[in-house]
């Protein structure tokens, strides 16, 4: 198989098993260069499991993706060289300051030092944690840690980026800030890829999105069209995901 020379990622019937259990069941899809995309799907849908396969983390089961024509199951060192990820667990260092975290991803990226003190500098002004930056990560709150992840994640601005969960535990002027800088790596040509549960952030942030339920991708729309038809994303999410409130709460209604 080969990837879509149009498409950044090209996900051909990605497949991921734990024991009896499919987590991403025969996932195919393309995205474009330059466009913010939102994978939406409930706790245990599969989001997290299919980030980790695109990222090299864990390996899939069946099928292939192509990050710029390169497969992640053949070419995972090299995937990861031109890729940024703000991972589920983020992956920080308890005895690293933040700053610290930003020059070692500019090593790691072959940024020359100059310009990771550059990027650096600016990221942490725009992300609020200039005044921070010599905090060490074990005494930092999570907004924090999240934060430097993301700084991280762009600093050697790559072609593609995947945030998983960006938003969860963010305040809302970081989340103003961090929609900021998805929009200025879309506008550079960076695709993004973002995890969600926060349907009100992505139907303002995305061009396209996917609703993924029980491991399967269950539609993709483009968010311009649906709008067009006078439809929203949450309308959209909740055709496909199934409302499993059961049951009378009569000690909280009384």
Known sequence: MNGNKNSVLSIKNLTKNFAEKTAVDNITLSLPPGKIFALLGPNGSGKSTLVKMLTGIIKPTSGDAFILNQSIVTNTDEIKKIIGVLPETLGLFEGLSLWEHLL???SIYGVSAEQTAFRAEQLFRHLDLWNLKDSKIETSSFGMKKKCALAMAVLHTP????????FEGIDPLSARNIKNICRLLSKRGTTVFITSHIIEIMERLADSFAVISNGCLQCHFEVEDLHAKGRSMENIYYDFIEDTL?????WLEN
């Open 104 to 106: 070692l991803a500019g």
């Open 159 to 166: 072609k593609i980026v995947f945030l998983d969960e960006p």
């Open 246 to 250: 059961t049951g009378e709460m009569d």
